[in-house]
């Protein structure tokens, strides 16, 4: 997995950026509103902590090296 996807499901699995209440805000605007009810909105923050889990069970068992692929290395500016 790469190293800023991981970095970003931590950041959604935070108080401050909970993946539950950026979905609200995110879907607010839809026409269609509301389309997940609170128990789908708290599920997906169940799910997301089961899958960081997994991750950080993978990095434990195998390095963190060979689980994370850094992709957040200094990137060429295109001229």
């Known amino acids: 997995i790469r190293r800023g996807t991981f970095l970003r499901l931590q950041l959604l699995a ?5 993946l539950s209440d950026v979905m609200w805000e995110s879907l607010l605007s839809d026409s269609l509103t509301p389309i997940l009810s609170e128990p ?4 997906l923050n ?10 950080r069970d993978c990095i434990q068992q195998h390095g963190e ?3 994370l692929r850094n992709d957040l290395g200094a990137q060429r500016v295109s001229q």
């Open 14 to 18: 935070t108080d401050h950026y909970k």
């Open 40 to 43: 789908h909105l708290t599920a």
């Open 46 to 55: 169940r799910r997301l902590d089961t899958i960081l889990q997994t991750i």
């Open 65 to 67: 090296h060979t689980v």
